[in-house]
């Protein structure tokens, strides 16, 4: 078994704080009710977002729900709303979600249809409209007390394959978690491999409370786990050698902290591995980081330590986190990024060539406390979604997700026009595009002094008392004032100093309703 040892922590040095990006839409359960707790997790995957809703009822208790919507002409819509074939009180269908092309896959932990707690996880497929029930995944030999679909990845290289977490599976007669992973043959799902941590194990290591899965490779968190310190987490990474699921690595925290639970969540692209260690205390108690690893000729090694730009005791930097090309998006799920203290909120961090670095946040002006913005995160290109189970929307802790779309680029500089825009570059036309790229784009401007000539006032030449009209009475103060003598007036409407023939032939020629 390969162990990538601790490495002194390359902490990212952040100077600039990154501007705090509003939600293009707040979407929610077109039914939802209070204490639905929607979006604990959530899912996007080209253009589409879906959330669980582990707490709605639909005519009986905590049965759960999906619900999908989809971007389309600039704005999102509810498209669907999913629930198993045979719903069943109080298994919180829902409680794990995860989108890939044509599949979504639903985890529901608290199943007692093979046992009290033993878990289930569905497959749906997309015909391109809507998603439709494929299938219901169970382990070989469920258990009862496993939490089978308490969390769940599919592939992210686009395969059909999926890995399920159980995280309080029992290995040799010790609940200590398990991972199943399924592969689809012809229209069907079968059973690929059961992987749990090597060596001894111990009750609570919640090994499968999170997972990734890109392509061969799969990494599971055991944030409880004990190896360096007390609950200082590891994360598990298995490679598929033909058909088999062969222990790769066990990836430490690169400074273990008591408590720190590295492993609460990870998420995996290619040879990129973060992992979230939201107790850890960096910048105070549970202010939390993220350590990034890759992997090499030597197999993973610690690359870099991420936290938030200014680190605060207890805002959980590391909740969730979720990758897609050069975007990392992570969770902080009791973060403060407005005036609602501990709201929670989120970051996108851009890779770079030194290493990555935060380009936005995300948080509402009108967030509430402790409403857990951040306590899921989903990307898919630039569309970032972040779930806030516990916002009070129409109703008490109905759950929300915010949405916000940075694929538009302007001027290319990979500064997203809407991280511009609330960073202080001008909009005067509210076109949601830098003044910038408007002028770049053709629009005059004149004066060259980088406003569009469409937003500058046009001043109308005659309207001596700003009426909007030039008629009579701007006529006769012009007369009343009129004077060759050197002086200060808004008669003198050419300002050559007098008050003449030039400025009557002005106003005259600027008769009517200014335009």
Known sequence: MATVLPLTALVC?????????QPDAVRVASDGAAYDVAASCVSAHQGRVAFGVRGRDDGGVNRGAVYVHALSGGSWSQVQKLTPAAPVDRE?????VSLRGP?????????DREGTDAGSAWIFESNGVNFTQVQRLIPPAPLPGALFGCSIALDGSGSARVAIGARREAVNGVPSGAVHIFRREGSTWVHEGRVVAPGVVTEGDDFGQSIAL???TLAVGTP????????????????????????????????????????????????????????????????????????GAAGWGFSQSLQAPAPTAGAEFGSSLAIDGDALVIGAA???????????????????????????????????????????????????AVGAPLRSQSSPHQGAVSVVNLSADCDGDLIPDRVALAA????????GVPDSCD????EPDDDGNGVPDSCEVVPCLGDLNDSGTVNAVDLALLIASWSDEPGSSSADIDGNGAINGADLGILLSAWGTCP
């Open 13 to 21: 040095s952040l100077v600039a704080t990154p501007p705090v990006v």
């Open 92 to 96: 919180e269908f829902g409680t794990s």
């Open 103 to 111: 599949w979504l896959a639903v985890g529901a932990p608290l199943a």
């Open 214 to 216: 890109h392509g061969n």
């Open 224 to 295: 409880n786990e004990d190896v360096t310190e007390v609950n200082a987490g590891g994360v598990h990474v298995f490679q598929l050698q033909g058909s088999a699921w062969v222990h790769e690595a066990l990836v430490l925290p690169p400074t273990p902290e008591p408590l720190g639970e590295f492993g609460n969540a990870v998420t995996l692209q290619g040879n990129v591995l973060a992992i979230g260690a939201y107790r850890e205390d960096g910048g105070g108690a549970d202010a939390g980081r993220v350590h990034v690893f890759s992997r």
């Open 334 to 384: 009791r973060a403060t990024l407005g005036t609602t203290p501990q709201s929670g909120g989120a970051y996108l961090f851009r890779a770079g060539q030194t290493g990555w670095t935060p380009l936005a946040a995300f948080g509402q002006t009108s967030a509430q406390s402790s409403e857990f913005m951040g306590a899921s995160v989903g990307v898919s290109g630039l569309v970032v």
């Open 424 to 431: 202080g570059a001008q909009d005067c036309n509210g076109n």
């Open 439 to 442: 002028i770049a784009q053709g």
